[in-house]
């Protein structure tokens, strides 16, 4: 047998610290989920809050990327005795840092102490090329000069707009963030329901923001209260990051009329306590996060009128969502799906929407679907397939769609026609650099990228206030990363860590949830359960390394290993190439017969970082290290 073996170069380490490489501004949750195990919270929120300004916000709502793909979901769970109970589950990092959040953020002190503190923190061990700090000591240390005040223009205060305006002022220019709405924070503030999200705590995050000297304008609208042409002239470049504001329409019969509203005007009423006409028997179609903010919303609101009006009502409505796809392919969050069903929300999958039914009045009373064979094609390409002949229609008089939405760029009409399109709505952007067509004008978050995540909306934000800064000064800024290796000679896990079962986050009951519809679900983690649930974190940045020349081939290490992920062969048993060949020479020279030499083959993905094998070895020739690296803003 041949084994194919991997020679480590700095991708490869990065690669190892898998929360922190999936996350699109590379947080360290790493770092702050190993302080909240060694009981250091304040430090835990400054390196969640380094890379990224909605930290707080994340904590309670991001889509996690991170926690998807952190390894200890990968191995196997074992039991004290030590035995394998099934597949393990990954670290709860966004409950985490909310507990971090809630400890030193904003939600516990005032914007102006929590920015403090982060502009001076200055992070020991930081596996980060985003952070606000090295970004901040670069610009202090003339690394990255500031620039001269710069008015730049922004249009949305959503999370994209909002990044996009605290690294601008950071660098150095004067950020003015347009805003239709009476409010700031985009979709945060007027998608996502109160009850995931409080109102107070959007408040007080973008107060940080404000606090750095960013001017947000709200209730005014670009191409309504000022035109796209005057912000081009009054300012030295325009961001445009407006989202994707408006419901998508499936256009078949009985769609327009009463009663029939996309998901996110419902949902941008519902935070605004605008009223909108919705009856007692309603019908969401969707099947993915937004449809259950709907569903979830409008359950709310009838349980609610049902309550205050008990004695007047016959019935308590309902509210059905109708997806295409079965559970097992929602798009959704399991944790919505079992929400909603714990809320009473009546799930139906496999269905596609053919017609709204109206009466002769006109009003709504069905919705009927037919049955969805298959959603996706071999490719996992969206190609549904539907079976025309099993048909139901579903009672109701009210229709919510949340299938997508889509940009309004009306603004562009004036001043804007050099702002090409690639589709209608979608401007042609360079991604690199998030420039459009026309010079000066940049896009952020939903409008850059399509609907995607928060967190992706915040790293985009941040790429359009670099790529400003390089048109603005002609200056290129980049952020160096420098791999640093620290031997950890004294290191050790908790006792028992390998088999703490993941700790679920405690909720509401559903009667309360119903009965109070902005009280938060989730309750979060107390200081006890974020210490036990932060100590299964794997601390993937720790490895150990083996020193061939102490080495005395005992093979004590690969006995020792709970997860067999070592391997004693001989060298002969090992694929060659030209780069195993180029290390062999200069570890062995060029003469050397390798015939009766070993190797020791170690699989990092299995590896749960114990430290048994150091622990073991007879001779000290392993040692357990940590990878590490900084950033080294740079401008060129
Ligand atoms: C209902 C819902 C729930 C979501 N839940 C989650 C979640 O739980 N976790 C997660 O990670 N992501 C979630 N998302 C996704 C996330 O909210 C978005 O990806 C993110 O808000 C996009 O940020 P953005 O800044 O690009 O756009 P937006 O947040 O849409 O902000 C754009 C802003 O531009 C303003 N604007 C538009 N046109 C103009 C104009 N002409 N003049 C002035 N201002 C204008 C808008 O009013 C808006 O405030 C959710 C999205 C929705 C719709
Ligand atoms: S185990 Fe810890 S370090 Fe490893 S990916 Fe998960 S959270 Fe990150
Ligand atoms: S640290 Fe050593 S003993 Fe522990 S899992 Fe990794 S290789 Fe095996």
Known sequence: MEYKVSIPDRDYWKRQIRCQDACPVHTDARGYVRAIAAGRFAEAYLIARGPNPFASICGRICGAPCEAAC?????????????FVGPDLPIAIRALKRFACEQAGPEARPSETVLDDVCRWIPSVCADAEEMAALLRATVSGSVPKADGQAVAIIGAGPAGLSAAHDLALMGFKPVVFESEPVPAGMLALGVPAYRLPRDLIAREVEVIRALGVEIHCGVTVGRDVSFTALRHDFAAVIIAVGAKSSRALGMPGEAGPRVYGGVDLLRAASLGESIDIGRDVVVVGGGNVAYDVARTVIRQIAYDTARTAARLPSTG???LVSLETLEEMPADTIEIREGDEEGIRRLNGWGPVEIVRN???AVTGVTFRQCVRVYDDQRRFSPVFDDAVRRTVPCDTVLLAVGQAPKLEFLATGGADVEQMRPGWP???PTTLATTAPG??????????TRLLIDAVASGKKAARSV???????TITAEALIAHLPLPLYHRERGYESIARLRVATIEPEERLAHPDVVVERGYDPHEAVCEASRCLDCGVLPVFDGNRCVLCG????????????LVPFSDV???????????SAWGDDDDHAANSAILKDDERCIRCALCADRCPVDAITMERTTFAALWRCA
């Open 71 to 83: 390894r200890r979901g990968d191995i196997p769970r074992i039991d004290d005795a030590g035995n």
């Open 318 to 320: 309902t509210v059905h």
């Open 360 to 362: 002769g009045a006109g």
């Open 428 to 430: 042609k952007v360079d």
């Open 441 to 450: 004008v940049f896009v952020a978050g939903d409008l850059a990228h399509g």
């Open 469 to 475: 800064y390089h048109h603005l000064t002609g200056r």
């Open 556 to 567: 004590g290490c690969a006995d020792v290993c709970p997860t067999q992920c070592l391997k």
């Open 575 to 585: 694929a060659r190439d030209d780069e195993l060949d180029a290390l062999v020479r």
